[in-house]
């Protein structure tokens, strides 16, 4: 089975500072992703990565970066944690193709206070 | 632009009723169309996806989907609703940049 693991379920941090999230996978898929989930709002895409150093900038990059120094590891990084981005965030990874589906880690819920 | 959309915040069914969630599309060139669940607190597991051929797809849990082209719809459908269906689904477009394109999402409830 294809697993995607997310390095906490829950974090709280406070406004101002540096937040790490993990996403490793173990399927040897190019493509990795990170998404901010809200409510009334569905999933929207942060950033991707389609190869290891590679990272594309998809609808909301602002107050984000990624890094990818290996293919099975995507990390998501907030410069500055700010209030409102108090969120659920999800990774997902997929075989390079648009006939491939993304499998999806647990999430991280993160709380900004 | 490619857009999916899903009319329904919500869906209500009762336990042993079909159920349907409306998923329309619209894209440029062929559609390539997927469902995924998410259930309270967790993340989104595949259920099924439509590439070619068959207009009638099936995925896990019992749920089958029915790609129209003609009304660029792909409702997701299940004969017979359990309790345990209830979550939040979301229907997906693939795009040429190998992204999902998703819809706000409906809620869906089983009532006993």
């Known amino acids: 089975d294809v697993k995607v693991t997310q390095s906490s379920r829950y974090l709280v941090k406070r406004t101002g500072e540096k937040v790490f999230l993990e996403c490793v996978q173990d399927?040897?898929?190019?493509?990795m992703f990170w998404y901010r989930q809200d409510p009334g709002l569905g999933l929207r895409l942060i950033y991707f990565?389609?190869?290891?150093?590679?990272?594309e900038k998809g609808d909301i990059p602002e107050g984000y970066s990624v890094s990818r120094e290996k293919k099975e590891r995507f990390s998501l990084i907030l410069e500055s944690a700010s209030t409102n981005q108090t969120s659920m965030y999800l990774c997902?990874?997929?075989?390079?193709?648009?006939?491939?589906?993304?499998?999806f880690g647990p999430g991280t819920r993160l709380t900004v206070l | 632009a490619q857009s999916v959309a899903q009319p329904e915040d919500q869906v209500n069914v009762a336990e042993g009723n079909p159920l349907t969630v409306k998923c329309t599309y619209s894209?440029?060139?062929?559609?390539?169309l997927f469902w995924y669940v998410q259930y309270p607190n967790r993340g989104l597991q595949f259920l099924l996806k439509?590439?070619?051929?068959d207009n009638l797809v099936k995925g896990s849990y019992g749920f089958e989907a029915e790609f129209n082209k003609s009304q660029t719809s792909f409702h997701l459908k299940k004969p017979s609703a359990l309790v345990s269906d209830s979550a939040l689904y979301f229907c997906?477009?693939?795009?040429?940049?190998?992204?999902?394109?998703w819809g706000a999402g409906t809620k869906l409830i089983i009532k006993p």
């Open positions: 997902a990874s997929s075989f390079t193709s648009v006939y491939n589906e993304q499998f």
């Open positions: 894209v440029s060139g062929n559609p390539y």
């Open positions: 399927m040897d898929h190019e493509n």
């Open positions: 439509y590439i070619t051929g």
């Open positions: 990565s389609y190869d290891v150093k590679m990272k």
């Open positions: 997906a477009v693939s795009d040429v940049n190998y992204q999902l394109i």
